[in-house]
C-alpha cells in the first residue's frame, strides 16, 4: 500500500516536474527540477530493478545535471522564458494536453507491453512532455533536458521489460554523453582576464 | 590478436591520439591516413582465423571479442566492410586539407569509421543503438564549433538521432519477442512501428527528413557528406542483418508495400523538394535523400536481389558524395555562401570544382552514363514490372532531382554576372584540390564505364 502510494507521487512529481520544465525559468530552476524529474524516475525504475541499477540511472542523472549546470551562463541562470505571460499559458495548456494524451493512452499501450500501468503512466508523461519541450524550445539547455526526460521515460517503460546490468551502465553512459555534448553546446569562448 | 581489436579499438584509440595533435595538422593528417591506410591493406591481406606466419612469429587474427558479457563479430566475411570503411575513412582525411578542414576532420572520420564497424559487429544487435547513439554524439563536435550556438540543423540531427535510441531497443526487444512467437499481430505491430520509426528518423525518410537537409545545409559540407556517408550505409546495413536473420520478415503482409511506400515517396518529395531549391548545401540534402529512398525501394523487393542493388550502389555513392562535399567546400572558400544568389558565375572563380559538382551531382542524380545508373535502371524495371505506378512516380522524382541538380549547374555556370565579377581572379584551386577533385571525378566515370568490373565485389557487403 505505501509503495503504491510512493510510486504514485512518483508519477505526480514525474508530470509536475515535466510541466513546470515546459514553463521554463532559469537555468538552475530547470536543472533543478530535471533532477527532480530523475529521482522520481529512480523510484519507478526501482520497482522493477534491484536498488543498485536503479541507482545507476539516479547518479548518472544528477551527474547530467550537475555537468550541465556547471556550464550555464551567467544569462541563462536568470533568464526568463520567453513570449511572457501568454507563452507560459500556452506551454501549460500544452502540457496539460498531453497529461490528457497520456492517462488516455497508458492503459491500452500497458496491455500491449507487459508494464504495469503506473509506470505506463509515468514513462508515457516523461516521454511525452520531454518531447513537448523538444519541439517548444531552441535553447540548447532545455533541449538537451527534454533528450534526457525522453530517456528517463523509456528507461521506466523499458525497466519493466528487462533487467539488464550492461543496458543500465549503456544508458547511464549515454546520459552523460549527452550532458557533455551539452555542455560542450553551452561552452562560452574563453575570456581574456585583464593583465 | 583479435579483429575488432584490430578494426574498432585502434582506430578508436588512434581517433583519440589524433584529436590531441590538433595544434599539428600535417602530423594528424599523417597519422590518420597511415592507420585508416593500414586497416585497408591489413583487411585485403590477412584471412581471418588461420595461422600467420612472420618469420618467426605465429599470428592468429581470431573473428570475436567479448566485451562486457557480449560480443564483438567480424568474420572473414567481413573483410570487404572493413576495407570500405576505412578505404572512405582514408579517402575523406585525404581531402580534409584541401577542404578547410585540416584541423578538425581527421580523428572524427577514425572514430566514425569504428563506432560503425562496431555497430555492426555488436551481438546481440539491440547494442548497435547505443554505438550509433555515440555516433551521432561525436558528431557534434564536428558540427558545432566551440564557443559559438549550434546550427538548428545540428540540433535537430541531435534530437533525431537520439530519440531514435529507445525505438531501435523497443523495436529490437519486440523482434524478439514476435520471432518466439510469429503469429501474435501485436508484437508484430509493436516490431514494426518501433523500428520502423527508428529507422526513419535515422534514414531521414519522409516525414522525419528535415535533419537532413537542415544540417546540409548549415554545415559545411565536407563533415556532412562525411555524417552521410557513414550513417545511412550502416543503418542500411544493420536493416539488411535483421532481414537476413529474420526471413519471415520478408513474407510479411505489409512489409514490401509498406518499404516500397516509403520508399517512393521518399524519393518523390526529395525530387521535387530538390527542384525548387536555391541553396546548394541543402540540395545536397535532398539528393542524399532520394539516396536512401532508393535504398528501401531495392530492399522491398521480393529477392534478395534488391539488397544486393543497395550495396552495390554504396561505392559510387561515396565516391560521389565525397566529391560533391570537397567540390562544395573549395566552391565555399571563395564564396560568401552556398546560396543561388552567391553562386553565380562562380566557373570563372574556380573551374575544376564546379567541374567536380557537375560530376558528383549528376552522378549522384543517376545520369545516363554515370555510375549510379544501371543499378537505378535495373531497380526501376524490378519495380516497374509488379508496380507500374510506383515506377512512373520514383521517375518522375528522379527527373526532377535532376532538374534540380541542372538548376544548380545553370547558376554556377552563367546566372547574373556583375560587370565587375569578370574582373575577378579566376582558376583560384590550390594544386591539391585540383588533383583531388579530378581523380574523384575520373574514378566515378571509370566506375560508370565499367560497373561489372567494380560493383560485382561489392556484394560482399552484404551481412
Redesign the interface.
Known sequence: MNGDWLTTAAVIVAGICGLALLVGGSGRIAIALFALEYLAAFWLINQNWPVGLAAVKLISGWMAGALLGTTLAEEDETSFPSGGMPGIWFRLFAGVLVVALAFSVAPAVSDALPVPPLHMLGGLLLVGLGLLQLGMTRRTLHVILGLLSVLAGFDVIYSALESSVLLAGLGAMVTLGLAMVGAYLLAKPAEEGPR | MTAPLLWIALPLGAGGLVWLLRSRPGLMLALSLLVSGGLVVTAYLLPFDEPLRLGPLALRILPSQVV???EFILPDSSRPLLMYFYGLCAFWTAGSFAAGLRKTLAPYGLVVAALSTAALAVRPGL?AA?LI??LV?VC??LL?R??R??S?GA?RF??LG??A??LY??GS?ALNQAAAKPTDA?LLL?TGVFLGLALALLLAIFPLFSWMTMLAGQSHPYASTLIFQYLPVTVLLLLAGILKENGWIRSGVYFQDGLRLAGGITIILAGGLAAMERHAGRLTGFIVLAQNGFALLSFSLASTQGDEITVMSFLPNALALGLLGLALAVILQHSASLDFADLQGTVQRTPVAVAGLAVGTLSLAGLPLLALFPLRYILLLEVATEHPIMALGVILGWLALLVGCFRLLAVVTGGNVRPDQYLEPQGLESRVQIVLLSLAGGALFIIGLAPRLFLSGMSGLLP
Open positions: 562486457v558479457g557480449r547494442y547505443f547513439e555515440a554524439l557534434i563536435p558545432s566551440l564557443g550556438l549550434p538548428p540540433q541531435l534530437v537520439t530519440l535510441m529507445p531497443i523497443l526487444w501485436t509493436l
